[in-house]
């Protein structure tokens, strides 16, 4: 029988992953603008995406979370853990192709996509079934993408990526729901915050 979340971790999960995404809505829109003014087109794509993905999944984590004591709770939980693996990607987008191209951050962006194609797809049929074992073949990839663009990268990116794969890492875990599902929507809202601490930097590249 699944172990009961209890009110106070949902209504704290909720209230935190809320400015989350009060706080990441602000940066990421900082970020559009400032590209866009910058007629960076590499760096408006990426961070276009990583705006969207991330939004997106964290406002499915506020009703999953809502919902997981309730039997839509493995439904919602599918939908939001597909859209968190597109946001943990997409997270990185900005060091494969938005500061700077290079070869390796095409070949990051085409490891992160393929992975994030099958891990959607993992995750849909089978939800957190054999976790333990899919979820390093995830980390993996990701570590392995992490540093090809790791050159082009801050220490809060840094610290941001070590937080949402650990939450990615504890999110099949119950004991720490709580934990879990803070760890993720932080990392994301980090990752917003470094690509605007290095764009403001100057170290974006203009095409236009």
């Known amino acids: 029988m699944k172990r009961k979340v209890p009110t106070e971790h949902i209504i704290f999960v909720g209230v935190w992953t809320g400015l989350c995404f009060a706080v990441y809505g602000g940066i990421g829109i900082v970020n559009i603008v400032k590209a866009i003014l910058a007629k960076d087109i590499g760096m408006t794509t990426a961070a276009s995406i990583m705006f969207g993905a991330c939004m997106i999944y964290i406002i499915l984590q506020i009703i999953s979370v809502s919902m997981v004591n309730t039997r839509a709770s493995t439904t919602m939980g599918k939908i939001s853990l597909d859209f968190a693996i597109i946001a943990v990607i997409s997270s990185l987008f900005p060091y494969c192709f938005g500061l700077k191209f290079s070869a390796s951050g095409w070949v990051s962006f085409g490891l992160l996509c393929g992975v994030a194609v099958l891990m959607i797809i993992y995750t849909s049929i089978r939800y ?45 875990r119950e004991k720490l729901f709580l934990i879990s599902h803070i760890l993720v929507p932080t990392g994301i809202t980090l990752s917003a915050l470094a690509t605007l601490c290095l764009s403001l930097s100057g170290e974006t590249v203009q095409l236009l």
């Open 128 to 172: 957190f079934k054999y976790w333990n074992f899919v979820y390093p073949v995830f980390a993996v990839i990701y570590i392995a993408s992490f540093i090809l663009v790791f050159s082009k990268m801050n220490f809060i990116s840094v610290i941001a990526s070590v937080l949402t794969l650990l939450g990615m890492f504890m999110l099949s």
